[in-house]
C-alpha cells in the first residue's frame, strides 16, 4: 500500500446500509491482512484480520474479503450505524513490518 | 492495564532541537512500532522491534533513532528537527504469539517543528 494523493478518498453511506470499503495491495508475498477504524484525534483501532490462505472472515456486523489473484481487499459493514464514522485504513504484514495502505473516509448520512 | 502510552502529548521543537518521544506498554507485548501520520493521510513505519535488544527500519526511518533495552520500553529519537518531521506520531504494540497481527495503538504524540 501507498499514501497517494492529499485527499483521502470519502464513502457516503446512508444509515442502515451496508458500507463496502476497498482497498489494493502490491505485495504478493504479504501474508497478513489487517483492517483499522481510526476516529478524529485518536489512534487507529483493530476491527478484523485475515490470513492470506482465506479468502473470507466475518466478524461482528463485519466481513472481510481478500481476492489474492487481483490483490485486493474489501471491508464490509452491515447496517451502518453513526458511530462507524471515521476514517479505515486496511494493513498488510511483510516480515513482521505491518504496513499501512491509504484510508477511505466514512460517511454516514442521516 | 494503561496499555500503551505516550508522552508527551503535544510539542513544538525548532528546527535543529532534538528530543524523544515515549512509548511504553504494560501488556508485555513483545512486538512494538512507530509510525507517523501527516495531516490527512495513512500512517508510515518509522521503526519497528520484535523484542528486547532488537530493532529494524520502516518505510522512512531518516532522522529518527530508536533503542530497545526493555520489553515495555520503545522511546523513538529525533536529533536534527526539520519542518518535514511535523506529525503525529503513533506508537503501537502487539503480542506475537497470540495467533492475530492485533496491535494496540498509544493516543499519539502531535509534534510540530518550526
Known amino acids: 500500500g501507498e499514501n497517494v494523493g492529499l485527499h483521502l478518498p470519502t464513502l457516503s453511506v446512508q444509515e442502515g446500509d451496508n458500507s463496502i470499503i476497498n482497498c489494493a495491495y502490491s505485495n504478493s508475498a504479504s501474508d497478513y491482512f489487517i483492517w483499522y477504524k481510526q476516529e478524529s484525534g485518536k489512534g487507529p483501532q483493530f476491527i478484523i484480520d485475515i490470513r492470506s490462505n482465506m479468502d473470507k472472515r466475518q466478524g461482528q456486523r463485519v466481513t472481510v474479503l481478500l481476492n489474492k489473484t487481483v490483490k485486493h481487499l474489501s471491508l464490509q459493514i452491515a447496517a451502518t450505524q453513526p458511530g462507524d464514522s471515521a476514517v479505515y485504513f486496511c494493513a498488510e504484514n511483510r516480515d513482521d513490518k505491518i504496513i499501512f495502505g491509504k484510508g477511505t473516509r466514512l460517511h454516514i448520512l442521516p | 492495564n494503561a496499555g500503551v502510552t505516550q508522552t508527551p502529548k503535544f510539542r513544538i521543537l525548532k528546527i535543529g532541537q532534538s528530543m524523544t518521544l515515549q512509548c511504553a506498554q504494560d501488556?508485555?507485548?513483545?512486538?512494538m512500532y512507530w509510525y507517523r501520520q501527516d495531516p490527512g493521510m495513512g500512517l508510515k513505519l518509522i521503526y519497528y522491534s520484535v523484542g528486547a535488544g532488537i530493532t529494524d527500519k520502516g518505510e522512512v526511518p531518516n532522522g529518527y533513532n530508536v533503542s530497545r533495552s526493555t520489553t515495555e520500553d520503545f522511546p523513538l529519537r529525533l536529533e536534527l528537527a526539520a519542518p518535514s518531521q511535523t506529525s503525529v506520531y503513533f506508537c503501537a504494540s502487539y503480542d506475537s504469539s497470540s495467533g492475530t497481527y492485533e496491535q494496540y495503538f498509544g493516543p499519539g504524540t502531535r509534534l510540530t517543528v518550526t
Open positions: 501488556m508485555n507485548h513483545n512486538y
